[in-house]
């Protein structure tokens, strides 16, 4: 699998290429070489355009290209690619004395920049160069006033009728009018260019059109099992009577779970291989309506000009403060540059200066920057002596939530773009891995991502790798399965593994999100293990920080109380209780005078210190910039002397930061807490990183462990208008529900079913990426229990004699498994319910069936007075990792029954608020067994035992009968309860103990005598 004469294509300057370059490929190293030597061959270096999409990967290529510029020959040998590299470089350097760029000394002339940076380039060229771009913090604070201002617009007559409307739609919740709102201005670039210019009839046009493809797809793939008679009499049929006619087959074919039925198999045994005719049926279940409901359509029109009032209310604030974002920025040189077919005169510019440009990491492209690169490229032609380059790997798109859109890649590799066909070359040698992991990665992906491309929904099939790197290693993949309930067990694993690595390899612990860290952070901190890592905690929270913060206010404000008081506490001054106490007395005079005056009295060496350091400070602070001031209060307290490296670090990224926003005319100290908030407190270099699976895209380690693969993470929000946008540009949308709607109509539900089906796309994307980090060593750990949601999902099917066989273990633990020590009930300890819906995703089932799982969370809601909705219920099903189908019924189940529960006069009762009541108590008995009785509380010296049963009886059950068998089956447990329970004298006195049986189900209850 040889790919070095694509290798060598790929480096005609005379060609347009498209190069797919999997993971390990070397694409920066090709990407370089194309660029050396379009370099080599330009008379002025600013004429080859190298862009990417983020300042780390723009500074790494600007670093690549310099340093190959400086390579040496005796660095070389033995290594062809750096040969090619090094005379390609050599070329450059004889280029640039012929042409007197002197391009060592001035890199600034290497055109390597970002597409924001490009965009930015064009509004300046435009005489747009007066505006700052804001933070992010800032950017989010100004997109929830504008959602603020336009609510308060209400009152305004031109507007009262959409506003009233549109809240009327959110049940009257402003917050989640102003957090809607936040989330489409923060991804305004998708709908803005298209939502004002549809109209009904188009957007009907266009759903009318999906579903006409789809029954075509469908008659295509059955063509085989009809006769033409019956085709000739679907044609005749309305498109509605048609839908119909493939909904009957589809019952037909498959079951609910979209299985095929036992007795087609049997009949047609080819149908089982037939995936897509499978697929397409289970579909017709997320088919559009082809027509908008009237009052759909009017909240649309409301909703839209909402949004539209938004946007100039944005523009306002952004002209009146002078600020913008990047969204603006790229939506301003988009505008700039004219259209296609009437480019603007600075686009022509821009056309006659740029004669090459190169893209790297394109599989993350949005649509806008697809419409940034097309506009820039509109007027060139074939064999006209320009060159475009695109590298990307679209098996690593996992930036959705960035809107790239990888089938933007595989348009280009198809289509082309503008009047460019570029070159589709594949490469394929992995010079990363090991040959085991490689066979890996390959076994596995060419299993797990879809056997067919589909541009819009993000299918990319697997391209397999070959290595030059033959090392055989029997163990280089390791999988470690465990329980749910066992996260320690997986943390001891993981310090096991480390300890094992040789002392010269790196190792990288990755996960989806930070979310996934704390019980391995816990574990390596406990190991000594150090590591390194980023964006765990936030800066704002570390102590130095907030020390400095009031250093920073006092000498803003050296009359604030609560500042000055904190300063005294804190380490530089270290008054006592009592001192703080007579200062905070003070009532008459400021604190810095009473201070001074006072400064005897205390016999405090720091006290005494800290004032000498900072008085002269505070006479001339208005006379310097506080950042230098805070400088030199660090300097004569001397802080450093107390602080360890981390530290050190810290105190130099605060005054940095303290410099960067003291410049800005509005400052203030709650600027400066917001910017911190952004930023991470640093860790020490280690071998031992720790990244999530985004962070560490690009990069390589020796080892990689990937832990909770069962975890999944934090859904995707939904919008006040679903939006989906097609390559071929149709483009439809949605109305959010209303909360007086049982359920979303079926254009969301369609919306909705295409965004899930590209982020599990996504999903095997993220695997992909996780897994070919490694270079020899890799390390899988997971719970059995997962859902599509998670990345295990994918993997389980390949493990699954894994999990057998841990299953066949626990059961034999279980059977010798030795009981607690005893232990006594602190009825004072009662668990809050902020604690039990924190462990609602690891809840502690052991071997638990779908049955034992409903019980634990109707259990769950009942014990704690929870009044879930759907979404809620199907949301914490998800969690317990119940299949779609599944969490559909059982989340109607669960509904009813907490519905029953709540009007029935003895539920009611049970639940009625007492000071008494107790809730999952655990009692032991004396010989350690333990007990949990699901409710207690007295009522009139009588304690009533209360027992929950999901249980109900059968239809050809009469009530007594139902009656007579539960006492059967549990009047026995309900005594042994009465018996514990009468042994603690904890509990409040009663006269009388009574126990009953609740069945929220039917509702019924019964009491045990």
């Known amino acids: ?316 604030i952004f002209k009146k403060e002078r600020i913008t974002d990047y969204i603006e920025i790229h939506q301003n040189a988009l505008n700039v540059l004219g259209e296609s077919d009437n480019p603007s005169d600075l686009a022509l510019y821009l056309d006659y200066k740029t004669q090459h440009i190169l893209i790297d990491e394109f599989q993350d492209t949005s649509f806008s920057q697809y419409n940034l690169l097309e506009k820039l490229i509109s007027g060139w032609q074939e064999n006209e002596n320009k060159s475009l380059f695109i590298v990307g790997d679209p098996m690593q798109s996992i930036y959705g939530f960035r809107q790239a859109e990888v089938g933007l890649f595989l348009k280009i590799a198809k289509e082309g773009i503008a009047n460019i066909k570029p070159k589709y070359l594949t490469l394929n040698l992995n010079f990363r891995s090991t040959q085991a992991i490689v066979e890996a990665n390959n076994l596995f992906f060419s299993k797990i991502f879809p056997k067919e491309n589909n541009l819009n929904l993000g299918a990319i099939s697997y391209t397999k790798s070959a290595t030059t790197n033959t090392k055989k290693d029997n163990n280089a993949v390791v999988f470690h399965p465990f329980n749910p309930n066992e996260e320690e067990k997986q943390a001891h694993k993981i310090i096991e593994i480390i300890k094992k690595i040789p002392k010269n390899e790196t190792c990288a612990i990755l996960v989806r999100a930070r979310t996934h860290l704390p019980e391995i952070i816990e574990a390596l901190n406990k190991n000594n293990i150090n590591f390194e890592t980023n964006k765990l905690h936030s ?265 057998d066989e841990l299953d066949e273990i626990t059961q034999q633990e279980e059977i010798t498994k030795t009981a607690p020590p005893l232990k006594f009930c602190d009825f004072n300890n009662k668990p809050t319910l902020q604690n039990i819906e924190s462990k609602m995703s690891i809840l502690d089932y052991q071997k638990n069936t779908t049955k034992q799982d409903l019980g634990i969370l109707i259990h769950h809601y009942l014990e704690f007075e929870i009044q879930p909705n759907i979404i809620k219920i199907k949301n914490d099903l998800n969690n317990l990792g119940f299949l779609d189908d599944d969490i559909t019924k059982y989340s109607q189940v669960i509904k009813k029954i907490l519905d029953n529960t709540k009007n029935d006069n003895c539920g009611q009762w049970i639940f009625k608020k007492r000071d008494s009541t107790k809730t999952e108590i655990t009692f032991y008995t004396p010989n350690h067994q333990a007990f949990i009785i699901d409710r207690l509380f007295i009522e009139d010296n009588v304690l009533w035992i209360i027992d929950f049963k999901t249980s109900h009886k059968n239809d050809n059950q009469s009530l007594d009968e139902f009656e007579k068998e539960q006492l059967n089956l549990y009047s026995k447990q309900l005594n042994n309860y009465q018996n514990l329970v009468e042994n603690y004298n904890s509990i409040k006195p009663f006269n009388n103990i009574k126990k009953l049986l609740y069945y929220p189900a039917i509702p019924h209850s019964i009491e045990v005598l």
């Not at 336009?150 to 506003?163: M, S």
């Not at 640093?682 to 990069?699: F, N, Q, V």
Request: net charge positive.
């Open 1 to 316: 699998m040889d790919d070095s004469p694509q290798r060598i294509e790929a480096l005609d300057i005379e060609q347009s290429f498209i190069i797919q370059a999997p993971a390990g490929s070397g694409k920066t190293e090709l990407i370089t070489q194309r660029y050396l030597k379009l370099l080599a061959h330009s008379k002025n270096p600013e004429e080859v355009l190298l862009m990417t999409f983020t300042k780390k990967a723009m500074m790494e290529l600007n670093e690549r290209v310099i340093s190959s510029l400086l390579l040496k020959q005796d660095n070389i040998k033995n290594t062809p690619h750096k040969k090619t590299t090094y005379d390609l470089a050599q070329a450059v350097l004889k280029q640039s004395e012929k042409q007197d760029w002197n391009i060592l000394n001035n890199p600034n002339r290497l055109n390597i920049i970002t597409i924001d940076s490009l965009s930015n380039s064009i509004i300046q060229q435009n005489n747009h160069n007066d505006f700052t771009i804001a933070e992010n913090w800032r950017i989010k604070e100004i997109y929830q006033t504008v959602a603020t201002n336009v609510l308060k617009a209400i009152d305004d007559a031109d507007y009262t009728n959409e506003i009233t409307s549109v809240l009327t739609h959110l049940d009257n919740s402003t917050k989640r009018f102003i957090d809607l709102i936040v989330l489409m201005l923060e991804k305004r670039d998708q709908w803005l260019n298209q939502l004002f210019k549809t109209n009904r009839k188009n957007l009907e046009d266009t759903l009318n059109n999906i579903v006409k493809k789809h029954l075509d797809l469908l008659k295509k793939e059955t063509k085989y099992l009809f006769d033409n008679e019956f085709y000739k009499q679907v044609e005749v049929d309305s498109h509605k009577q048609n839908l119909n006619f493939w909904e009957i087959i589809k019952e037909k074919l498959l079951t609910q779970k979209g299985d095929w039925r036992k007795k087609i198999i049997k009949d047609f045994p080819h149908f089982e291989e037939n995936t897509k005719l499978q697929d397409l049926l289970i579909e017709l279940d997320n088919l559009p309506s082809k027509n908008y409901q009237d009052n759909e359509w009017q909240i649309l029109k409301d909703i839209s000009q909402v949004l539209k009032l938004c946007l100039a209310e944005l523009q306002i």
């Open 539 to 803: 800066l704002e929270e570390h102590w130095l920080v907030r020390d400095l913060l009031l250093l920073v206010q006092l000498i803003l404000n050296p009359n604030d109380k609560i500042t000055f008081l904190s300063i005294l506490r804190s380490p530089w001054c270290g008054l006592t209780l009592e001192e703080l106490l007579l200062v905070s007395n003070n009532q008459n005079e400021p604190f810095w005078y009473f201070l001074q005056k006072k400064q005897s009295s205390f016999n405090n060496k720091k006290l005494n210190y800290f004032l000498s350091a900072i008085t002269p400070i505070l006479i001339r602070k208005d006379t310097q910039l506080l950042s230098t001031l805070l400088v030199i209060i660090c300097t004569r307290l001397d802080i450093k002397s107390y602080l360890n490296e981390i530290e050190l670090k810290i105190q130099k990224i605060f005054i940095e930061t303290l410099m960067l926003a003291e410049k800005n005319t509005d400052f203030s100290i709650n600027q400066l807490k917001n910017i911190l908030s952004e930023k991470s407190i640093p860790s020490l270099e280690s071998k031992i990183k720790i990244l999530t699976i985004y962070e560490a895209k690009g990069l390589e380690f020796d080892n990689v462990i990937l832990p909770n693969l069962h975890k999944a993470t934090k859904p995707n929000d939904k919008n006040i208008i679903a939006f989906s946008k097609r390559l071929n540009n149709e483009f439809i949308i949605s109305p959010i529900k209303s909360n007086k709607e049982e359920k979303y109509n079926k254009i969301y539900n369609h919306i909705d079913a295409i965004n899930n089906k590209k982020s599990q796309f996504e999903i095997m994307r993220v695997l992909y990426v996780a897994m070919t980090r490694a270079k020899s060593k890799l390390h899988l750990l997971s719970a059995s229990k997962t859902n599509k949601n998670t990345l295990m999902h994918y993997l389980k099917p390949l493990f699954i004699e894994k999990f």
